[in-house]
């Protein structure tokens, strides 16, 4: 394993920005830095505090040199490429390759508790959103359990709330964009996976663009079928149908209408959501150099050395000690009712 290079300055590449150790870089099997229970991940590793199932409960992240860092906005939005002396391979620079991104997991499929990075607070961890006091889980509405995807963000992207998008009329939702991850693996809250992007679905949520990815994990045993939206129809009938659905109906057991899409619920491919993600990568970027008003949005990070947000590593460990480092037990109340929907 190469020893792990000093954090560097800033470095622009391509669309993605990016800092740090390398990708390729691991963090040591079972790898702990603090109070709480930790996951080892490629680059990347959790640390809970609080207990989970509760308003308290934050999952923080963490980078291979166990520095604390922001997943909106410390994460590379394009995977890194596999340098040989500083020089892309050939790999790197195939059509393939520039298909690659970093996606955070913030819902494991067939759960119910709505997790989310918590764009509002520094460093933005992932926590369980909260409505009128109380903690939110999507319902079950038959035949589905819970999210029907591994559900999750794709970090340096944002839908800026001010800003009308050009094909659906509407302005962002003030979140990063959104990715359901299609592959046959159930992951865990806070991995981050390489996917590839497959194409795109644009919700209309309360008038506002909250543009849904379809992608697939890389690693799925079945990735290398995957190349546009029309393999998903191919290969997984019936998936895009229940996905329209699902954003149809999910919040109609709380007494809301359904929801609307724009494009009449069609499916966009690749090309079309690539071009939405260079979009809100170009929002987050603005973002993040306060040239835009961001409001409540919370830009705290550790590896955007040129941002007016930018902080040290102390700083960012301050933050985290913050909050409550007793996990306790976790405490299951999802909601166990299904919910039919008729015609």
Not at 91 to 119: G, H, Q
Not at 141 to 164: C, M, S, V
Request: aromatic residues 10%; proline residues 8%.
């Amino acid at each position: 394993m190469r020893a792990l290079l000093p954090l560097l300055p800033l470095l622009r590449t391509g669309w993605g920005w990016r800092a740090g150790p390398p990708a390729a870089a691991r963090a040591p099997r079972g790898a702990r830095a603090g109070p709480g229970p930790h996951r080892a991940m490629a680059s990347y590793r959790t640390e809970e505090r609080g207990r989970p199932r509760s308003p308290g409960y934050r999952l923080f992240f963490q980078n291979v040199a166990g520095h604390y860092i922001s997943p909106f906005h410390d994460i590379p939005l394009k995977v890194d490429s596999t340098e040989e002396n500083g020089i892309p391979t050939k790999r790197a620079r195939s059509d393939e390759y520039e298909n690659l991104f970093n996606m955070v997991v913030e819902v494991p499929r067939w759960t119910n508790a709505k997790m989310e990075i918590a764009t509002k607070e520094p460093l933005n961890p992932i926590k369980q959103d909260i409505k009128d006091g109380k903690l939110r889980y999507v319902a079950n509405i038959f035949p589905h359990k819970g999210y029907i995807w591994n559900y999750g963000a794709l970090p340096q992207t944002w839908e800026d709330p001010h800003r009308k998008d050009k094909s659906t009329d509407c302005c962002g939702d003030n979140d990063p964009i959104d990715v359901c991850e299609i592959g046959s693996k159930v992951l865990s809250c806070g991995e981050v996976i390489p996917v590839k992007i497959l194409g795109i679905l644009a919700l209309i949520d309360q008038g506002e663009t909250d543009w849904k990815i379809i992608a697939i994990n890389v690693n799925d045993p079945e990735a290398s079928k995957f190349h546009d939206i029309d393999d998903v129809k191919k290969y997984k009938p019936g998936y895009l149908e229940a996905t329209l659905n699902w954003f149809r109906f999910y919040k109609v057991p709380e007494g809301k209408p359904e929801n609307q899409f724009a494009f009449n619920g069609e499916f966009k491919n690749k090309a079309f959501a690539l071009d939405v993600i260079k979009s809100t990568h170009e929002c987050w970027k603005a973002l993040l150099m306060k040239k835009c008003d961001g409001g409540a949005i919370k830009c705290t990070n550790v590896h955007i050395c040129d941002s007016p947000f930018h902080c040290t590593q102390e700083e960012a460990r301050s933050i985290v000690e913050l909050v409550s480092s007793s996990p306790n037990q976790e405490s299951n109340t999802e909601d166990q009712v299904w919910h039919f929907l008729g015609k």
